[in-house]
């Protein structure tokens, strides 16, 4: 092809307004073709980009393409054969928009988007959720009532019904040679005109009683041909939205794997496939698509399921390796523990006095620390962080505690200041609030080192907060925060040591996925005189009597924390708002008591003046939102109301219930729920029977899954699209040990390179 030849195409292009059609086939196909025949990335990656963009963006792209024809070296293009084409790696051909597919035009790629279905390589990744065994048909006469079968007959008669305009019923009469059965479709109308007499059918459904009559539910069909037999086989069932059933699916996903499989390329090593015996994923997702058998799908299953531990594994390892880098090496005066116990109230619990060691154990050491303190609610892990902040203060060195709220950053302050204040340490408190002037006062000072302690919100990791010589970073509460927050806390000093705590006890099999980089301590025992909280669960038939136990309990001085989900009326949820609860209970039912509000849309001033005046035994009762879930201690509250507390998980019920129970005095937990599914009244038996928090989350993560445990994605933990980590937590250990022996090797550039691209943010 000659220079003026390509550029009189360009213009032609131009010419029929942008719209991909100068050359038969498609300008942007001919022009990527003529890229990998080059070896022209820069133009290959342009034709791309033109494919794709919008008519407007089309013309400056068009620009674009003048330039690199201008620079390119037309003389020789004449005399070179065909070259070999361009190499284009799997992952750029799979980022092709699925609309580009044939037979998917706007309309279709819009439903797929609803399912996050935008690129060739979603769509191959779109895994079934269910299989559809067809390989066995049962006869009619031997289904029972609500088995899920296969049958198969000839069409005898059909019937439609209209009970009213949006729904429609259509009966038809199946028999085989063993007898008959109805089968029933709901809003099928169509199917009325294609269920002749005769006709033979293969029905995938559930047999049910209804009206003291059976009746087939069909789930799926196919109408067979004459003479023709079903295909036996195994379907995949995939997750669909409106307007987008399962065979569409199907012929979608077959079509694009006939001309993108080639380009899915293996991740996990050969070794460590042939290991296992995995297939390649290439394999593996063909079996997973278009099975044959079940021990096919659930093999190919696993790899996948080991494929993404691995993965996630590697990234945390290499997140990790801060814990083999020279560190800072603390002073390792027995002295500084000793006068840190001598100035406490009470005695560490035996479990504390063991985290501490281990702490301290780590921070003597020339090997950064990398720690995570786990420990139910009231546990007492705060004391834990001062100690560890102590020794840091006492090597010359200073300490950040980082925590989710400024209410609970003045909590820590107050509690703290006290502390640290009397052993000679200056604490100081940087939050996202106070004036310019202040806020300057407070950077210079920890910038200059003057600030020993600096106890702050998410504001620590802001850019213009310079530490002068950063010991130790903790970050408390860890569920509410993301793994680059933890890091960027940790990257305001060189290499200091890292404490993780979190009151969320935390499974173990999602603690190596979130926490897999840290070295992990539990306090597993409470302060002695905690008494476990009683818990009930009741329906709003009770509700006027929760309010009288209410204000039977503030009679006797106690006080009571009464929660509600939303702060504003949802039609969505039909909840009614914390503001609405607090003016109904200062009219009503608890009209003779001091009743305070509290919620998330609050300054960070007045949610402080609340608390202390709820503190100091000046309001009676605080209602409020989720606000409370951390950061407010008072010991003589002993009742906690939470209202609909069937939209909580069970995780943060076991959280808003540790606000309570803090005192000498008996606590009281009631949770006025409206529970209607098996899952909310299970959440609800749950915390009645159990305060013990690590089988709450178990069984949280068991009812919720990890994605909704504490929404794992805004913690930089991509969500788990195989994995189960109940079911194949062997597999995360496997891959865990895996992972060390690979970051330990000769790197494999290209799979740490991979490993990069898919957790861009944690190197």
Known sequence: MQQINFLSLIEKEEKMGYSDGAVFGGFAE??????????????????????????????????????????????????????????????????????????????????????????????????????????????????????????QGEVIKIAEMQPHYRMHILKAWIRDESGIIVAIWFNQKFLAQKLSPGKRIFLHGKLEKKYAQLQFSVQDYELLDDGMAMAKGILPIYRLTDKLNQKAMRKIIADAWTLYHQDICDVVPAFLQEKYGFPSRERAFYHLHFPQNL?????????????????????????????????????????????????????????????????YHDMESPIAMARLLQGDVGSGKTVVAAAALYKTFCSGYQGALMVPTELLANQHYEDLGKLLGSLGAKVV????????KEKKELLQLIADGTADIIIGTHALIQNNVQFAKLGIAITDEQHRFGVMQRVGLQQKGQEPDILVMTATPIPRTLSMTLYGDLQLSIIDELPPGRKPVKTYAVNFDYES???????????????????????????????????????????????????????????????????????????DVLVATTVVEVGINVPNASVMVVKNAERFGLAQLHQLRGRIGRGKEESFCILLHEAKTDVAR??????????????????????????????????????MKVADLFRDGKWLEIARED?????????????????????????
């Open 739 to 763: 992972a060390r022996m690979l970051l330990q090797k000769d790197r494999n550039e290209e799979l740490m390179q991979y490993v990069d691209e898919k957790f861009p943010l944690w190197h």
């Open 30 to 151: 001919f022009v990527k073709q003529f890229a990998r025949q080059r070896k022209n990335e820069h133009l290959w990656q342009l034709a791309v980009n033109y494919e794709m963009a919008a008519p407007l963006e089309r013309s400056q792209i068009l620009v674009l393409m003048r330039q690199v024809a201008a620079n390119m070296d037309w003389s020789s293009i004449e005399k070179e054969a065909v070259e070999k084409p361009l190499p284009i790696t799997a992952s750029q051909k799979l980022t092709t928009p699925v609309r580009y597919l044939k037979n998917i035009g706007p309309k279709r790629a819009a439903l797929l988007q609803k399912l996050n279905i935008h690129t060739v390589g979603d769509l191959l990744f779109f895994l079934p959720r269910d299989y559809e065994d067809r390989s066995r048909v049962e006869y009619i006469s031997s289904l029972a009532i609500n088995q899920v079968a296969n049958i």
């Open 545 to 619: 009597r929760v309010w009288r136990f209410v204000e039977k309990e503030v009679q006797k001085g106690r006080q009571a924390y009464i929660v509600c989900p939303l702060l504003e009326e949802s039609e969505k949820l039909d909840l009614q708002s914390a503001s609405e609860l607090a003016e109904k209970l200062t009219q009503n039912d608890l009209k003779n008591l001091k009743i305070a509000l509290m919620h998330g849309k609050l300054k960070s001033g007045e949610k402080q003046e609340i608390a202390e005046l709820f503190r100091a035994g000046k309001i």
């Open 682 to 719: 299970a959440r609800m038996r749950i915390m009645t029977q159990s305060n013990d928090g690590f089988r709450i989350a178990e069984e949280d993560l068991k009812l919720r899954g990890p994605g909704e445990f504490f929404g794992t994605k805004q913690h930089g933990i991509p969500e």
């Open 429 to 436: 408190l940087y939050t996202g609030s106070g004036t310019v």
């Open 295 to 359: 021990p096919e799908i659930e093999l190919a299953r696993m790899s996948l399921v080991y494929e993404e531990f691995l993965l996630l594994q590697l990234a945390l390892g290499r997140l990790g390796n801060k814990k083999h880098l020279p560190g800072i090496a603390h002073d390792k005066n027995g002295q500084i523990l000793n006068r840190f116990v001598k100035s406490l109230p009470y005695a560490l619990t035996e479990a504390q006095m063991r985290c501490v060691n281990e702490i």
